[in-house]
């Protein structure tokens, strides 16, 4: 009895701690913390180069992990313009805002 006791009052203290990744038709991640963090910090700097400097990955990087949501999904993440500083720029496609409200809406609701 003495055990069980104690067993309950350690895991009252537990915290649960979800992590939420989606995976494409192949079973492959593409989705996650990383991929959702990648799309908010471009949706805020507005340069894919800016982003994966903040995120410490390469540019490169970036790419190949913006290229694999695309497969995944079917369809354009992100519409950029060549340009330079003054002119360039990388913003979210409609498809990429909604599926990114959809996984910050999902995450929060498996998270209550």
Do not use: C
Not at 5 to 16: E, G, K, T, V, W
Not at 37 to 47: K, P, T
Not at 49 to 78: H, P, T
Request: aromatic residues 10%; positive net charge.
């Amino acid at each position: 009895m003495l055990i069980y006791r104690y067993l309950f009052l350690y895991i009252s203290h537990m915290r649960l701690h979800l992590k939420l990744t989606v995976l494409n038709d192949q079973g492959e991640r593409f989705m996650g913390r990383g991929p959702v963090q990648l799309l908010q910090s471009i949706e805020r700097l507005g340069s894919i180069n800016q982003a994966a400097k903040e995120m410490d990955l390469s540019y490169v990087k970036a790419w190949k992990i913006i290229k694999r949501m695309e497969a995944s999904l079917g369809g354009k993440m992100l519409k950029t313009a060549i340009g330079g500083k003054d002119y360039g720029g990388s913003k979210l496609t409609p498809l990429a805002a909604k599926f990114l409200e959809f996984y910050m809406a999902y995450e929060a609701e498996v998270a209550d």
